[in-house]
């Protein structure tokens, strides 16, 4: 595993379900980077037909378990999006899943060219 992946295995993740898709991504973002503190990072993948959209789920990306633990507790079963209750969990990240022959979650991200992704997909 190179040392570049390192500190996102070590990062404790929180999976946020279930958002009202009527909400901004923007104001979702902001929502979430307050809920989660400093020490947050919020991942908020868009609609790739809609660019001013998003999917309906998010990553809280945290530094240590403590800092993800302290948020699911306080916010577990009050997240709520334009009065639309949301679902707040663990998404551990499995380093067998990320780095096994099948998948490609990083090694696309971080050690191939998308450019060449794309053509290896899409022929």
């Excluded at 902001?30 to 919020?42: P, R």
């Excluded at 991942?43 to 001013?52: A, G, R, T, W």
């Excluded at 809280?60 to 079963?77: A, V």
Aim: charged content about 25%.
């Amino acid at each position: 595993m190179g040392d570049s992946l390192r500190p996102a295995l070590k990062m404790q993740n929180l999976h946020v379900r279930d958002i009202t898709r009527d909400a901004s991504p923007a104001s979702v973002k902001a929502y979430l980077e307050q809920l989660g503190g400093a020490g947050c990072k919020v991942v908020l993948p868009i609609d790739h037909n809609n660019s001013d959209k998003h999917i309906g789920h998010a990553f809280l990306n945290f530094n240590t378990f403590q800092e993800s633990k302290k948020c699911l507790d306080k916010y577990r079963f009050s997240l709520k999006f334009k009065n639309q209750p949301a679902k707040l969990m663990y998404a551990p990240i499995d380093k067998h899943k990320a780095f096994g022959p099948k998948s490609y979650k990083f090694q696309i991200i971080v050690k191939v060219n998308l450019y060449c992704v794309y053509c290896q997909i899409f022929g």
